[in-house]
């Protein structure tokens, strides 16, 4: 299975947050499945942290190492997937998450998100 891992469920996972259900974890973990996050995850975390808004134990820098270390892949925006932004309709305005459907939908990929805002779109989501 092919996934997608939405910015905060890529956190929660590499911090062990008890609030990804054990489902996810599993599907996570399970290296049979080719896991991304996608580029602007990265970009939405680096903002976040370099205003104090988020807290990263260790610094920037163990988020590269977790990615490569666990095999998880960087997915880089494409201009398939800003293509893919024109035909999305505004049920969800938060532009990282609106890529992230964008990339998912380009990519016939299935993201693992709480946000029941991507349930509106032609997407596969997990959780």
């Given at each position: 299975m092919n996934?997608?891992?939405?910015?905060h469920t890529f956190l929660w996972f590499i911090n062990a947050d008890t609030q990804l259900p054990f489902k996810d974890v599993e599907l996570i973990s399970d290296l049979s499945n080719i896991r991304y996050v996608s580029i602007a995850s990265i970009w939405e975390i680096?903002?976040?942290?370099?205003?104090?808004?988020?807290e990263?134990?260790?610094?920037?820098n163990t988020i590269e190492n977790f990615l490569e270390n666990?095999?998880?892949?960087?997915?880089?925006?494409?201009?398939?997937?800003?293509?893919?932004?024109?035909?999305l309709p505004y049920?969800?305005?938060?532009?990282?998450?609106?890529?992230?459907?964008?990339?998912?939908?380009?990519?016939?990929?299935?993201?693992?998100?709480?946000?029941?805002?991507?349930?509106?779109?032609?997407?596969?989501?997990?959780w």
């Open positions: 996934l997608l891992l939405d910015t680096v903002i976040k942290f370099s205003l104090n808004k988020l990263i134990i260790g610094g920037f666990n095999d998880i892949e960087v997915l880089p925006i494409n201009f398939s997937h800003t293509k893919q932004l024109l035909t049920h969800h305005n938060d532009p990282f998450d609106r890529i992230i459907i964008s990339q998912a939908i380009s990519e016939n990929l299935h993201v693992i998100t709480k946000d029941e805002f991507f349930k509106l779109y032609d997407v596969s989501v997990i």
